[in-house]
């Protein structure tokens, strides 16, 4: 291949301009200056001939409106279209010929001639730059063709160059150039700037007069260099004398700040101190006192130092002194506490307790408006008080509650011990011991009777529970308490009246439901069974005590269930007696009946 990249030709082909057709021919207008000048050998150039691309008819540009109404062009004209630029509107003055480039021929292959040395090229570039013809011959320069022998070539000799067009200046224009040049002079030496267009002449005569050094220019100068020097020196002393005041004042401020840390820590060392005081002068009286006195002593000491002291006191948790001083003291004073008895002990017991509570409320309280800025730690702590308390209940009281319950005969009165405890104990833990401790044995209780004797008995000490224990009974103590009474009643027999004091006052405990549910399986049938087999009506020879038995229920049955029962087991057969002593009595019998 001859060179690499597109040909002329074909860029041709794709800007659609004119080509001109190019000979590889000898630059025979080059003429050389010194005849004596060696001449580089003529290239031979390719004398085949391109092909010339077809020149891009402008006219028929647009063609494809006669298809249309013309309305692109109709459009073009309201905008101000007039026709395209040129003499043929082809859309350019002045279009850039285009030289093409032999197929295959890279650029500069050959000493080729490119397109921009072309003539036509040439004046589109002196009408759009304004150059000349001899400023693009001055600038041009062929580079000779190599031919490959520089190794062989001389050291020193001159290589064969191409020669070149030059021009040639004679001594009038030499000085005619001299004449229309101008003559500039700037002078810089005032305070503005002046140019001279005809050089020294302008000039004042006082000004081209040689300058002589005034008087005293030197001292000026070196004065005014130290005083330049010692503005400078006082600027950089003022400087880092603020530098210093400035830092001397933030070290003030920090010894202030740490001064006043000091005395806030001081103060605290030393009320610290006075706290570790009290409570060593407390441990030390304990011994001597008796557990009630022992325990005052500690309530008393725990609220002075909250009240001196309220900052040391919530940081340390001084409060913890009551719970690990106390609860040794409250385990001695419940350990002869027989808690089924409201005794002497108890009572103390219980204004023991009630102490410490208040102790555990007054220190351990919510923040006053007076005291938030000095007790701030307290925040957090409303209920810390009910944590303490309760432990010391659960510690010292529910051991022996516990053990209390599990040996209690549930005959045997127990409310009275709720009740007490309901004076100082949170009613969260009365209620864990009712649910916990009293409710099992009362249930373990009512499945333990058997006999008629237990079953009289039951409704004396379980009724009492209701007020505590009302939805537990209904759902798993009075079943049981009727299977119990229906095993009882198996070979009961309406004669027998006791039955009506285990009855009533079940009464009105149990639903209406459950009580009509459970009179008619095992009440109802007994009284029908009566009124089947032994009572007959029997005008000459009545019986009445079976009656007599059936009527007395009238007051525990439900009224419609007593009155179901009459209806059909007794004034049946009545009704059918009457009928048929008076079939047998006629005369008599409206007597009798009145009567």
Not at 153 to 159: D, L
Not at 279 to 297: D, F, K, M, R, Y
Request: hydrophobic residues 45%; charged residues 25%; glycine residues 4%.
């Amino acid at each position: 291949m001859d060179g690499l990249g597109f040909s002329n030709s074909e860029f041709a082909q794709m800007l659609s301009v004119p080509v001109e057709v190019a000979h590889e021919e000898v630059l025979d207008d080059v003429k050389p200056l010194n005849a004596s000048t060696s001449e580089a050998p003529p290239v031979v150039a390719d004398r085949s001939v391109k092909p010339v691309l077809p020149v891009p008819d402008i006219k028929k540009m647009g063609a494809w409106q006669k298809h249309t109404k013309g309305f692109g062009m109709k459009m073009l004209e309201k905008m101000g279209f007039k026709g395209r630029l040129g003499k043929d509107e082809q859309g350019v003055a002045a279009p850039v010929a285009v030289k093409a480039r032999p197929n295959q021929r890279g650029l500069g292959y050959g000493g080729f001639q490119e397109a921009a040395t072309l003539k036509q090229n040439k004046e589109i570039e002196r009408d759009l730059h304004g150059k000349r013809d001899d400023d693009v011959d001055d600038d041009s320069t062929d580079p000779s063709p190599d031919d490959g022998a520089w190794r062989k070539r001389i050291p020193g000799a001159t290589t064969t160059t191409t020669s070149r067009k030059r021009k040639h200046k004679t001594v009038e224009d030499v000085l005619e150039e001299e004449k229309t040049a101008i003559d500039l002079v700037v002078d810089m030496r005032g305070p503005l700037t002046q140019v001279y267009t005809d050089g020294m002449g302008s000039l004042p005569s006082a000004a081209v007069q040689p300058l002589v050094p005034l008087l005293g220019q030197e001292i000026l100068h070196n004065v005014r260099h130290i005083v330049n020097e010692t503005e400078g020196s006082i600027r950089a002393l003022h400087a880092k004398i603020s530098v210093d005041r400035a830092r001397l004042q933030a070290l003030r401020d920090a010894q202030a700040v740490d001064a006043g840390k000091l005395r806030v820590n001081q103060v605290a060392t030393d009320n610290l101190a006075a706290v570790v005081a009290g409570l060593q002068q407390l441990q030390s009286t304990l011994p001597e006192v008796t557990a009630i006195g022992a325990i005052e002593a500690i309530v008393n000491m725990t609220v002075t130092l909250r009240t001196k002291y309220p900052a040391e006191f919530e940081t340390h948790n001084v409060i913890d002194v009551v719970p690990s001083l106390g609860l040794p003291l409250l385990k001695a004073m419940a350990a002869s506490w027989h808690p089924l008895k409201v005794d002497d002990n108890a009572m103390d017991l219980r204004g023991v307790f009630r102490m410490v509570h208040e102790c555990l409320v007054t220190c351990v309280a919510p923040l006053n408006t007076n005291e938030v800025s000095v007790f701030a730690t307290n925040v957090g702590s409303a209920t810390r008080h009910d944590k303490i308390y309760d432990y010391l209940v659960t510690q010292v009281l529910f051991p022996r509650l516990v053990s209390a319950l599990h040996r209690w005969d549930v005959a045997s009165p127990c409310l009275d011990l709720i009740e007490f405890l309901q004076t100082f104990v949170a009613s969260s833990h009365v209620q864990l011991v009712l649910t916990s401790h009293v409710l099992p044995r009362l249930q373990h209780a009512v499945r333990e009777c058997h006999s008629v004797v237990d079953v009289e008995r039951i409704h004396d000490w379980l009724l009492p529970w209701r007020v505590h224990f009302e939805a537990n009974f209904a759902d798993d103590v009075y079943p049981v308490i009727r299977e119990t009474l229906a095993r009882t009643l198996i070979n009961w027999h309406p004669n027998d009246t006791s039955i009506f004091g285990v009855l009533l006052p079940w009464r009105d405990v149990w639903t209406p439901e459950d009580f009509a549910v459970f009179t008619h399986k095992h009440i109802v049938k007994k009284l029908v069974r009566v009124l089947n087999r032994e009572f007959h009506i029997n005008p000459k020879a009545q019986q009445l005590e079976p009656l007599e038995w059936v009527l007395a229920w009238h007051r525990v049955l439900p009224d419609r269930q007593f009155v179901a029962l009459l209806e059909a087991e007794f004034f049946t057969k009545w009704l059918n007696v009457l009928a048929e002593w008076v079939m047998q009595n006629p005369p008599t019998a409206a007597r009798e009946i009145l009567i």
